[in-house]
């Protein structure tokens, strides 16, 4: 049965989570892994316009886009249930670009993470680790999405969060 939401704060979780009962937890694990490797690609985007080698974007609308990609994989992990695990390894000193392509190549992990997480649910193409180490593995690149994000300044839109 799907949740009604009576509190205007908690629409977002309900809706997600509704949308998980609806098109199955592996199916929502893989939309985690497609949002985490769109983010990736926009970080990487705003490294070249952070370093000049992107001339193709402003730093504005890098930055927009940013914030779109990094909430839409915050409502993904909040419909998943994914806590993350506490992580706080980024080196706070790096120069913009590294960290920018540091939140890509933590993304491109997450989104691995995630696929194997969804075959170990569905019982297909084998995976050597269990469904609690592909969950662990999840949680663990999720947190070093987000403590790059932090360091970045990359807050959620929660105003997207309610449009969609």
């Not at 985490?36 to 990487?44: G, K």
């Not at 806590?83 to 390894?89: F, S």
């Amino acid at each position: 049965m799907l949740e009604k939401y009576e509190d205007v704060e908690d629409k977002y979780k309900v809706l997600y989570q509704n949308m998980q009962k609806i098109i199955g937890r592996p199916a929502a694990f893989e939309g985690f892994a497609e949002e985490s490797i769109e983010l990736a690609e926009v970080a990487l985007i705003a490294a070249g316009v952070s370093d000049g080698s992107n001339q193709n974007y402003t730093g504005a609308e890098a930055g927009k886009a940013l914030i779109e990609e990094y909430t839409d994989a915050i409502q993904f992990a909040i419909t998943l249930g994914i806590d993350a695990v506490k992580c706080d390894n980024v080196e706070k000193t790096k120069p913009w670009p590294v960290l920018y392509r540091d939140l890509a190549e933590a993304c491109l992990k997450l989104a691995k993470a995630s696929m194997k997480m969804a075959r170990c649910i569905r019982q297909e193409n084998p995976t050597p680790v269990t469904e609690e180490e592909a969950l662990h593995n999840v949680k663990q690149y999720y947190q070093e999405v987000r403590d790059i994000a932090q360091v970045l300044g990359l807050l959620v839109d929660k105003t997207q969060m309610f449009r969609k």
